[in-house]
């Protein structure tokens, strides 16, 4: 009931948020701790998350998924699909509407939206009101308001919100970089990268200081710039 009535009883003495459920404020009361319980009973190496370790335990089962050109293993098959298409830029996932085609299955899911008429959102966050729908999505828009990090990487033990997140990050520790800048030909792992690298070229300033309307090409750079003016502010 306390869904619908908007009440939240447990607070968290860190940063002082609510939450309606008890088991959601115990999963985010981790975001302000170090402690790292969950240990591989094999090698000892520890987790904040419980899912890190079970993701990491696979491993050591031998129940990992192998990459048949190098050889490297992976804890679940989707992080495996993923990373074969490092190994080949074929773009297997092609739209059954337009035929554009994807290198990764998770892009032409996106796509395939834009073709898609305007579809029901029944659930609801019960903080923001904000409506989505599938449940799987409220689900990952709620750990924005509970900092739940669920999703861990086994290799460097950083924590994430979303799966997708964690998958994309773990292209860097592959070493690969496939995406190439068309004009220096410098090559990086991740396609961000590439984007904020390619405004050397364009001279592209995007994110402009609030106070002084000076332009910068990076949003890190703006949040250094705006120390100068006493703030941290960044628009």
Not at 76 to 98: N, P
Request: charged residues 30%; proline residues 3%.
């Amino acid at each position: 009931m306390r869904v619908h009535s908007g009440v939240k009883p447990y607070h968290c003495f860190h940063c002082k948020q609510c939450f309606v459920r008890k088991a959601d404020l115990q999963r985010h009361t981790g975001v302000h701790s170090n402690d790292r319980p969950h240990h591989c009973p094999v090698c000892r190496k520890s987790f904040k998350y419980k899912y890190g370790l079970s993701m990491h335990f696979k491993l050591h089962k031998g129940e990992g998924h192998e990459c048949l050109v190098c050889k490297k293993s992976f804890s679940t098959r989707h992080i495996l699909e993923r990373h074969m298409s490092t190994h080949a830029e074929r773009r297997i996932y092609r739209c059954s509407v337009c035929k554009v085609a994807f290198s990764e299955r998770n892009c032409l899911s996106q796509h395939t939206k834009l073709h898609t008429e305007e579809r029901p959102r029944p659930y609801e966050c019960h903080v923001c009101k904000k409506k989505f729908i599938t449940r799987h999505d409220l689900e990952r828009h709620c750990r924005t308001h509970t900092g739940e990090k669920p999703y861990q990487c086994a290799t460097c033990e950083k924590a994430f919100s979303d799966r997708g997140d964690l998958t994309r990050h773990l292209v860097v520790h592959s070493g690969e970089k496939r995406y190439m800048c068309t004009i220096c030909n410098k090559a990086f792992t991740m396609q961000s990268s590439l984007k904020t690298h390619a405004r050397v070229h364009t001279g592209d300033k995007p994110y402009p200081c609030i106070i002084c309307k000076k332009t910068f090409s990076q949003k890190a750079n703006v949040a250094r710039h705006m120390k100068i003016h006493g703030t941290r502010k960044v628009m």
